[in-house]
């Protein structure tokens, strides 16, 4: 590695002495000081820079500029504010596979808090150049409660309806912002959801609507009409950034990047098609539209984000800390194969031209990347509002058609246990139901039967046809027996 290493910025990329020329690298080939910004995005994480920015950059750089820079938005974290910003906004993604490559990114132009700069995100969000707003927030971030509606009790969405002006919640502020929009007369723009969860965009304006009729009937019939959410569906596995992949870059390309970030090569981009909605040709750097987004998001879902949660609890269980290293055990892999197999698939409807089976067997091949370190811990989080669409929908839906689920019923018991031994070694419990998940647990006596009971009895964490099943109770009753008799 050279010594006196310069730090990533506009300048280091215009010295010839600062980058590195390789074959595997890619930097920026338009006029950065051409773009115009026409995205706000909202959750500057990992997942948004190498994913969305990343097929937004490769726009840029196929079209030579244009106006569709990015206004990058995260909710709290303002050392990844002062990181990128002591980098003129760029950073490298890092694409780890049996070759790597590298891409430096500059199609974010700004990067905004919401915690000391809220008016400033709204002005940019009600700005008339911006056409899109889109989010990676995590479930949570919508704001909904068991029923899937929004939950007004969120001491978020109370104190952003008692002050719209700074407001703390992803609802808030699209709504703070399309309310300037509509008494300044600006057209909407438009709300890309990127997270997972079914009917993203849907929710979402659901959701959006309830809180701006609470403002104005007027504001949230606006919205209603012309505000377009389409329904998307995402995918790249992309583990948080590692001391490792700092050191990765400066080895590799020979300067220093605070704020890089890795991922697989796989990645895939599906957009429900909203017939004249002002937006990005992304399709030319591979994004999907089409009218069938539920396909997709039901085979995500399910096969990769369900195979995954049964990863992180089962292999957090068994002392397990990366997917790699749990997909490495052989009689792992094998569960998960007749998991996918045998109670997953049969609950899919595939979309045109996608083979499941195929479909399957290239994911568990993504998990088997030794370069991909995704933390199980990682995964595990957020549980009561992952398993409902990963795991107990297609429980249901195997229900529904007298289908076999006892190996689904064994996700669940898995997740019950991580719970328990998450309060019993006091490693706190990152979910947004974690007070009740944590005093049902607390009641637990040791009894297998009554423990299920206690945690699945937790008002609104199943849905209703789950309720009083006593078949699926039984299920996961058994399973829990037995998995604890393995960690004995």
């Known amino acids: 590695m050279r010594q006196n290493l310069r730090q990533l910025s506009q300048t280091c990329l215009q010295s010839k002495d600062c980058v590195n020329h390789a074959s595997d690298v890619i930097?920026?080939?338009?006029?950065?000081?051409?773009?115009?910004?026409?995205?706000?995005?909202?959750?500057?994480?990992?997942?948004?820079?190498?994913?969305?920015?990343?097929?937004?950059?490769?726009?840029?750089?196929?079209?030579?500029?244009?106006?569709?820079?990015?206004?990058?938005?995260?909710?709290?974290?303002?050392?990844?504010?002062?990181?990128?910003n002591k980098q003129d906004c760029l950073?490298?993604?890092?694409?780890?596979?049996?070759?790597?490559?590298?891409?430096?990114?500059?199609?974010?132009?700004?990067?905004?808090?919401?915690?000391?700069q809220a008016a400033a995100v709204i002005e940019r969000m009600a700005d008339k150049a911006t056409k899109i707003v889109s989010l990676t927030v995590t479930e949570k971030g919508y704001c909904l409660n068991a029923e899937g509606v929004l939950d007004q009790t969120?001491?978020?969405?109370?104190?952003?309806?008692?002050?719209?002006e700074q407001p703390r919640s992803t609802i808030g502020l699209i709504v703070a912002a399309l309310k300037l929009r509509f008494e300044q007369g600006i057209p909407p723009f438009n709300v890309i959801a990127c997270d997972n969860l079914p009917e993203n965009g849907q929710k979402l304006k659901s959701a959006v609507i309830q809180f701006a009729t609470k403002i104005s009937d007027n504001l949230a019939h606006w919205i209603d009409q012309e505000t377009q959410f389409p329904n998307t569906m995402v995918d790249s596995i992309t583990p948080k950034t590692e001391p490792s992949t700092v050191e990765l870059i400066k080895n590799k390309l020979g300067y220093i990047d605070e704020a890089p970030v890795q991922r697989e090569l796989f990645s895939q981009w599906v957009i429900e098609d909203c017939p004249g909605m002002v937006r990005p040709e992304w399709e030319k750097v591979g994004v999907v539209f089409t009218d069938n987004v539920e396909s997709f998001e039901n085979a995500k879902l399910r096969i990769l984000n369900g195979l995954h949660s049964a990863l992180a609890y089962l292999g957090l269980l068994m002392g397990y800390e990366?997917?790699?290293?749990?997909?490495?055990?052989?009689?792992?892999?094998?569960?998960?194969?007749?998991?996918?197999?045998?109670?997953?698939?049969?609950?899919?409807?595939?979309?045109?031209?996608?083979?499941?089976?195929?479909?399957?067997?290239?994911?568990?091949?993504?998990?088997?990347?030794?370069?991909?370190?995704?933390?199980?811990?990682?995964?595990?989080?957020?549980?009561?509002?992952?398993?409902?669409?990963?795991?107990?929908?297609?429980?249901?839906?195997?229900?529904?058609?007298?289908?076999?689920?006892?190996?689904?019923?064994?996700?669940?018991?898995?997740?019950?246990?991580?719970?328990?031994?998450?309060?019993?070694k006091n490693?706190?419990?990152?979910?947004?139901?974690?007070?009740?998940?944590?005093?049902?647990?607390?009641?637990?006596?040791?009894?297998?039967?009554?423990?299920?009971?206690?945690?699945?009895?937790?008002?609104?964490?199943?849905?209703?046809?789950?309720?009083?099943?006593?078949?699926?109770?039984?299920?996961?009753?058994?399973?829990?027996?037995?998995?604890?008799?393995?960690?004995?």
């Open 91 to 116: 950073y490298t993604t890092a694409i780890l596979d049996v070759e790597d490559s590298y891409q430096v990114v500059a199609a974010i132009k700004q990067v905004l808090v919401v915690k000391t």
């Open 154 to 164: 969120l001491p978020e969405i109370i104190s952003d309806l008692g002050a719209l």
């Open 322 to 424: 990366t997917v790699y290293q749990a997909v490495s055990d052989n009689n792992v892999k094998a569960f998960l194969v007749a998991l996918v197999d045998d109670e997953v698939i049969p609950t899919i409807e595939a979309p045109l031209g996608l083979d499941l089976h195929q479909y399957s067997r290239a994911i568990l091949a993504r998990f088997e990347n030794p370069k991909i370190k995704h933390l199980l811990s990682q995964i595990a989080c957020d549980g009561s509002i992952k398993i409902p669409v990963r795991t107990l929908a297609a429980i249901q839906n195997n229900i529904a058609h007298d289908r076999s689920f006892k190996m689904l019923s064994r996700v669940v018991a898995a997740w019950i246990h991580f719970i328990r031994v998450s309060v019993a």
């Open 427 to 488: 490693q706190g419990l990152h979910d947004p139901r974690a007070t009740e998940l944590i005093d049902a647990v607390n009641k637990f006596q040791g009894n297998s039967s009554e423990d299920v009971k206690i945690l699945l009895g937790i008002n609104g964490l199943l849905p209703d046809s789950l309720e009083n099943n006593l078949s699926f109770i039984s299920h996961v009753q058994d399973a829990y027996a037995d998995i604890a008799v393995t960690l004995k």
């Open 27 to 84: 930097y920026p080939s338009y006029q950065r000081e051409n773009v115009n910004i026409g995205i706000v995005h909202l959750g500057l994480g990992a997942f948004h820079r190498s994913h969305q920015a990343m097929y937004t950059e490769q726009l840029l750089n196929l079209q030579g500029g244009g106006d569709w820079g990015i206004c990058a938005v995260s909710f709290n974290n303002q050392t990844l504010q002062q990181q990128l």
